[in-house]
């Protein structure tokens, strides 16, 4: 069972930018990867994924501003957020599934879920 550890959270002001990094127990590259975000009071969302052939797919939300890569070798995701701004504040979760799998942030299809990572805007 895979483990997924966040880091790279923290609080930056509004325009700027961040990069999360998602460490995983064992080999990716059998994973497609992905990145939620659950704000206060708000259901977790999809922000970005990447399937097993680097293919990405992203929140409409976020598009433009925030890019998703994989490093199969080191065995982890990252997510570029940049232009940010105060309704990006959430936790960020990094998430896996198994091949076969594909572009998809259908919440319910991910099997492993890191604890997740702060990221907090201020204008």
């Known amino acids: 069972q895979v483990q997924l550890t966040e880091s790279g959270g923290g609080s930056v002001q509004t325009g700027g930018s961040l990069r999360l990094a998602c460490a995983a127990s064992?080999?990716?590259?059998?994973?497609?990867l992905a990145w939620f975000r659950q704000a206060p009071g708000k259901e977790r969302e999809g922000v970005a994924v990447?399937?097993?052939?680097?293919?990405?797919g992203f929140a409409d939300s976020v598009k433009g501003r925030f890019s998703i890569s994989r490093d199969n070798g080191g065995n982890a995701l990252f997510l570029q957020m940049n232009s940010l701004r105060p309704e990006d504040t959430a936790v960020y979760y990094c998430?896996?599934?198994?091949?076969?799998?594909?572009?998809?942030?259908?919440?319910?299809?991910?099997?492993?879920w890191g604890q997740g990572t702060q990221v907090t805007l201020s204008s």
């Open positions: 064992e080999d990716t590259s059998v994973f497609c």
């Open positions: 990447v399937d097993t052939g680097n293919n990405t």
């Open positions: 998430a896996a599934r198994r091949w076969p799998c594909g572009v998809t942030l259908r919440m319910d299809l991910y099997n492993f």
